[in-house]
């Protein structure tokens, strides 16, 4: 196969769209929906950050070490900044060394995945199951017991504390 073809290829797959994962959830043996959440363009610019826009909405990255998330020590649950879905627990947290808050799993139903051919090789991009935000990659180098590392964007999430 020629190099120019390989290439092509690989622009075709990621031009592939998004697909969310399933948006029912599970609880006490009941089925709930998850309601999805789409604004225009402008309504995500008001309810955002400049930067949590550029992350969110364009699949930005946020600098590594910047986010004090990544040291947040506290019980609680990550959410996310954009339609305030819980998504992370701090017991799935971890320190993955990276310079980003980091889980080795997620709740369930909340991120759908796709193919990402940014850096030519394939990651698997993840965004919320509710409003199609993006909020990082997931790798196969985290630890047990799912040997993943959901590598997330910190101004993509919103800490809630545990209560008392």
């Known amino acids: 196969m020629k190099r120019?073809?390989?290439?092509?290829?690989?622009?075709?797959?990621?031009?592939v769209p998004f697909l969310p994962a399933a948006h029912a959830a599970?609880?006490?043996?009941?089925?709930?929906?998850?309601?999805k959440l789409e604004l225009s363009d402008d309504e995500w610019k008001k309810r955002l950050t400049a930067d949590q826009y550029r992350i969110l909405r364009r699949e930005g990255t946020e600098?590594?070490?910047?986010?004090?998330?990544?040291?947040?020590k506290r019980a609680?649950?990550?959410h996310c900044a954009g339609c305030d879905l819980p998504?992370?627990?701090?017991?799935?947290?971890?320190?993955s060394g990276t310079g980003w808050p980091s889980?080795?799993?997620?709740?369930?139903?909340?991120?759908?995945?796709?193919?990402?051919?940014?850096?030519?090789?394939?990651?698997?991009?993840?965004?919320?199951?509710?409003?199609?935000?993006h909020h990082g990659h997931v790798f196969n180098d985290?630890?047990?017991?799912t040997g993943e590392r959901w590598c997330n964007n910190g101004l993509a999430l919103r800490f809630e504390p545990a209560a008392g």
């Open 4 to 15: 120019r073809t390989f290439l092509n290829g690989l622009a075709g797959f990621a031009a």
């Open 26 to 35: 599970t609880e006490g043996g009941t089925t709930t929906m998850i309601d």
């Open 63 to 72: 600098a590594p070490f910047t986010s004090p998330l990544n040291d947040e």
């Open 76 to 78: 609680g649950t990550y």
């Open 87 to 95: 998504l992370f627990t701090s017991d799935m947290k971890f320190d």
């Open 103 to 133: 889980f080795y799993t997620h709740l369930p139903d909340a991120f759908g995945t796709k193919r990402d051919f940014k850096l030519l090789w394939p990651r698997t991009e993840y965004h919320c199951a509710r409003c199609g935000g």
């Open 142 to 145: 985290g630890p047990p017991p």
